[in-house]
């Protein structure tokens, strides 16, 4: 019999730990030890019959269905962010657009399960295909800076999935295809940003080189 991966769980590996995102269960947890070598043989394809049982019982694998998945998405490396570019002065208009994407955004991360607030992004992600402007990066780097001077009214602390949300939906409603990167560390902390091709448009590069990528959509 074949298994796989729980629908809706997404994993990390690192060396004697596995970290899983679990969108129905609206968690991250995490596996070591003995517990993280069942998962790492099932991941290699030669768990014995007990990792099987192990992992079946927690309802970390499930049979039948396609391969095991990391990523949704795939994962560009960042290798620079907006902040590195001098000289982008945030638009009055944008910043006012980021200011109503913002509050709709902490609306729906407050009264709306996480997985379906994922499921919306993934089934919207298509609609800028077509779209993109001829001065897309410049244009983007326009949106990151109206969006990063929110910081000046409000406190964004501990914001960022409310945060990506919003300018994702802004910089999808101007024609742009951005990733929203989901990321996890040990010690275990967790963080997501925006990332248009290999520019990181919501946060600092040193910042975000610090998680390892568990979820892209």
């Known amino acids: 019999m074949v298994h796989v991966l729980k629908s809706g769980l997404f994993y990390r590996c690192f060396p004697g730990t596995v970290v899983f995102l679990d969108l129905p269960g609206d968690r991250y947890f995490q596996l070591s030890g003995e517990r993280a070598r069942y998962f790492a043989s099932f991941v290699a394809g030669d768990a014995d019959a007990n990792a099987i049982e192990w992992l079946c019982d927690r309802d970390i694998i499930e049979a039948d269905g396609g391969p095991p998945r990391e990523l949704q998405r795939d994962a560009q490396e960042p290798l620079t962010d907006y902040k590195q570019l001098p000289g982008i002065n945030p638009q009055a208009r944008l910043v006012m657009e980021a200011i109503i994407a913002l509050h709709f955004a902490r609306r729906a991360v407050r009264h709306t399960p996480f997985q379906r607030i994922i ?99």
Do not use: Y
């Open 119 to 217: 499921e919306n992004l993934v089934g919207r992600r298509g609609q800028a295909n077509g779209r993109i402007r001829s001065n897309g990066r410049a244009d983007a780097l326009v949106i990151a800076a109206a969006f990063e001077s929110l910081k000046r009214f409000s406190d964004t602390t501990d914001m960022c999935l409310p945060l990506s949300i919003s300018m994702i939906t802004v910089l999808r409603r101007r024609g742009h295809d951005p990733s929203l990167v989901f990321g996890v560390s040990l010690p275990f902390a967790a963080h997501c940003w925006v990332q248009q091709d290999e520019m990181v448009l919501s946060d600092r590069l040193d910042r975000v080189r610090c998680f390892s990528p568990i979820l892209v959509i």
